[in-house]
């Protein structure tokens, strides 16, 4: 088995534990008089190393009961590597694996003198054992592993043995136990009894906290602390050594301590007996899987002394003790059973603390101690011949021990928790480690629902308690165990962001309901109640938004008290300013009304309706909101001068005790009478030239004075304000309406206006244009009117190809842009008083034109190397466009395409012509030759 230690420890010192450093370690000098002295050689025997030097050391460091508290504080190391890698952490890979010199064996001789044999007979040296190996893993006698051996000079007898199960030679033990186990060698493989380092459930008996080896070594195991005898005399020689097995790389060692000698060995029939524990040794702890369980070798005291304390129990004193656990072979509850066959040796446990395994569990549990003292001896109880056979009860599930309750941290370091904080839990501190917490958070003691993490947010329903946590540990084979932290201080109450000062509406007046407005509370939503006070005392059961105050509290002051309240929130209570109460009011006050059109002359009446208690109310009659003078009876009549005013009255109550009340009147408006008149027509065609007439209808009252105005497009025409409208020619397409204007006297006047009709002119009766002439390009053409009816005294002519204008006038010279097109004419005429007409004709397809052409000639010499020169004569109409083509024969010349040729060799005696070609637009393309012109030979 390996495992990884770092190189960076911190340990303490406590009860024999090695505190770690990283720091370089000076070694002790490993001479043989330094060996001597770390042995606490007695005088008369001197120490002779042999082997590779480093496998030598000398140490003062507390570890594994090492130095012995009878010693002088040293102890030496025997290794098969580096005796100085004991507790060297930066060793490579945490692995101390050196190979000496020779064959990994080194060893220690201790010759024994005359002195030294004086002082008795029994050689005793205390040895542990530490290795790399594995351990537990092979059979010692069938695969040979690292060992540390004792000889006598002269004498095969293996002194180095490990007890093993038993310490045998207790008092009463029977001969027929076939329990009984022979010591064995010292050896990895046959050595029972390992301890790991920092194993979880290794624990030292006073502090079970501390672990029984601290992790300041690379080494992997150790065994316990034996105590090895040998009987010698004077001029014996006793050699202690340790060999690698296979002179491999893993290392193993010694740690030897406190040579000394006895009067005899304890196996010898001159030993001394006595040995005995003062008190019965008790097992306590709790009877639980890897619960540290202790043997108290002092019950009497209050606390457990130490295996290796001065007075540990037993007597005399000075007595080294030795442990070794058992567990009953079945399980059962009742195991007061003295028969050691029965009771099986459990491994790895033999010391005074242990802590049981599953294997352990449903099983009664033993523990034997066994006394040592130099020159006594050896004795173990309980004894099964004695009464102090006490076994524990069954092993159960373990239990946990709380060493720190679970804390809680908000995150404020005042420590003040407040609704929507998040707490955080510890999960406290727990012997042993558990696998696994649950969390469960209470609020004033009460569970929360569904909060059962390691956090929790606080919510409105926790303000003002106080929050505390269980934490349940949780192992495998363990009970559960709850444990509650302390509670939290008392969770802080959040404040609202808007309380606003309440307001008071109504009247004020006695049995008028007063309406108290909170305004808005924030965050919403926010719950709130009233309470209305007057002069500053609660009124009983006033506690709606509304109140009615009596008329007993006239002359008093009323406020209400809004209070807002909210899950989580500070409750505040805001308070309206106050209200003086007054006099009542009328239970009834109505509204006056006026009866009356409002016509201007008519009377108006006014009806203040029935008043509660009954009064005679005042009038004041208003026009337009001002106070009309002497108008203060039920009745009155507007006059002209405030036609179009607001008419209204108002009443106004008094009554002893009463407060005295006016109201108003809805307004009537003053108005004159109308006129009833029919929207006017116009008569007669809308021709220019022509006269209209306005049609007025008949009027209400029928004595109605009418006048007319004739507007056009909108605008009012000057002097036109008769019944009858002449349409001159400026009035042509024109809008024309009239408006004829109503009045009487006390009659509002009235303004009707005609739908509006367009000035129209008269229209001709057309007929088409005819055109005479030549339909060709460079022919001419006339334009002939057809019959109108009447005559237009105004004609004009337009002469188009397509869409595109080729000329005005009655004649047209056909030009070449109507080729291969149709001519389209248009004839326009006017008159007065009459609409402009237009009429058109389109001809037939226009012909392309004939260019006049001449017979083309050639002159220039025709000899071969000469220049030939064409003429086309005079061709018409000009301009005309001129392409040649020069011909040998009746073969076109290639490239020979200008008014002029150059005469090649190769046409000697040949005839050659040219060819014209004239070109214009709008006219036929024509082409004409020349004469030939024979080329001479030379």
Known sequence: MRRFISPVIAGTVLGGLLAATTASVAHAEASNTALATALDVPSGITVTQAGDARAFEVENRAFNDFPSRFGNG?????????????????????????????????????????EAAASGSCLLVDVAMGTEERVHTYDPKA????????????????????????????????PDDGSKVEPTAMSVNAIEYWHGIDEEFDRQPDDQNAPLLAPVTPFDFFSSVETFEVPVSAGDTVTLSIADANNESLDSLAMVDHVRMAPSCSTSTSAETGLFPLKPVIVVGHRGVQNILTADLKPDTPQIERYDAADNGWYPSGVHLRFRWYKYWTQSTSCNDGDLKHWEAINNADRQSFSPTIDEK?????????????????????????????????????????????????????????????????????????????????????????????????????????ISVRVTASRLNFSNLPVMSAPTETVDLLQLTATPTPEVTGTGRALDELVAVPGTWQPAPVSLTYQWYVDNTQITGATAPTYKPTAAQVGKRVA??????????????????????????FLQAPIPTITGDGFVGDQLTADPGVWDPAVSPTYQWYADGKRIENATTRAYRPNEQQEGQRIHVVTTGASSGYETVSRQSDPVVVRLRELVGPVPQIVNDSLIGGSVEAFAGTWTPS?????????????????????????????????????????????????????????????????????????QVGGAVMAQPGGWLPSPTTTSYEWYAGTRLLGRGTYLNVPPAAAGKRLRLVMTGSRLYYDTASASVTTGVVAAGAISSNVPSISGTARPKKVLRASPGYWGPAPVRYTYRW?????????????????PKKYRGKKIRVRVTGTKSGYKTVARYSKYKKIAKK
């Open 74 to 114: 040293h102890y030496a190391v025997m290794s098969t590597g580096k005796a100085s890698d004991l507790f060297n952490l930066s060793v490579p890979g945490g692995q101390p694996s050196t190979n000496l010199s020779g064959d990994d064996r080194a060893s220690m001789t201790l010759s024994v003198g005359a």
């Open 887 to 903: 011909y040998v024969g009746s073969k076109a010349i290639k490239g020979a395409t200008k008014s002029s040729y150059k005469v």
């Open 560 to 585: 209400v008290r809004v209070t807002g309240r909210r899950d989580g929130y500070q409750v505040v209570t805001r308070e309206s300013a106050a209200r003086t109460i007054t006099l009542r009011a």
């Open 703 to 775: 004595n109605a004075f009418l006048r007319y105005q004739w507007f056009a497009d909108g605008k009012p025409l000057s002097n036109a304000s008769s019944k009858s409208l002449f349409l001159s020619e400026n009035l042509r397409g024109k809008s024309i309406t009239v408006e004829v204007t109503g009045s009487l006297l006390n009659y509002r006047t009235q303004v009707r206006k005609s739908a509006p009709v367009i000035v129209r002119a008269h229209g001709f009766l057309t007929r088409a244009p005819r055109v005479t002439g030549r339909l």
């Open 362 to 466: 449903g099983r009664c549990l033993m523990v034997m101690v066994t006394g040592r003292k130099d020159g006594f001896r050896s004795e173990t109880f309980p004894s099964p011949n004695t009464a102090a056979w006490t076994p524990t009860l069954p092993i159960q599930d373990g239990v946990f021990t709380n060493v720190d309750a679970p804390t809680i941290s908000s995150g404020d370091s005042a420590g003040a928790i407040r609704v929507n904080d998040t707490l955080s839990a510890t999960s406290g501190e727990f012997t042993p480690r558990p696998d696994s917490y649950v969390f469960q958070w209470y609020a004033d003691g009460v569970p929360i629902s569904g909060e059962s993490g390691r956090t929790f947010k606080v919510t409105p329903v926790q303000a003002g308690k106080r």
């Open 143 to 174: 695969t040979a592993s690292d060992l540390i051996s004792l000889k006598r000079s002269g004498d095969d007898t293996e002194f180095a043995l490990h007890a093993g199960p038993r310490y045998i030679g207790q008092e009463g033990a029977r």
